[in-house]
């Protein structure tokens, strides 16, 4: 079992930056891909990012490409997801999930996922 803590979630303004971060615990860190997604009320969740194991390789939905870094820290099993120039369409509960089976497009389906967090909130104001 993977254990997936969420934190960093809060209330920002329109063009605000805000990190936030998944620690995992349980089992080797190192060993999983590991993504971001997004789900605002009412809707389906939606793919944010991933992150290869060892954090080389990386993928971002279009909606946020150029505004959101994901990284990793293996060595602090963490998993950060840095959103900058944030947008009331950007507010939603935030959840970090964790693959085992490798990184490519597959990333992007909430299935592929073996563990995840409870979620931390974004509220974006205009």
């Known amino acids: 079992q993977v254990q997936l803590v969420e934190s960093g979630g809060g209330l920002v303004q329109a063009g605000d930056s805000l990190s936030v971060s998944c620690v995992a615990s349980g089992r080797t860190f190192s060993n999983y891909a590991m993504g971001w997604f997004c789900q605002a009320p009412g809707k389906e969740r939606e793919f944010v990012a991933s992150i290869s194991r060892s954090g080389v390789s990386t993928y971002y939905a279009d909606s946020v490409k150029g505004r959101f870094t994901i990284s990793r820290d293996n060595a602090k099993n963490t998993v950060y997801l840095q959103m900058n120039s944030l947008k009331p369409e950007d507010t939603a509960v935030y959840y970090c999930?964790?693959?085992?089976?490798?990184?490519?497009?597959?990333?992007?389906?909430?299935?592929?996922?073996?563990?995840w967090g409870q979620g931390t909130q974004v509220t974006v104001s205009s």
């Open positions: 999930a964790a693959d085992l089976t490798g990184f490519d497009l597959g990333l992007m389906f909430p299935s592929r996922y073996d563990y």
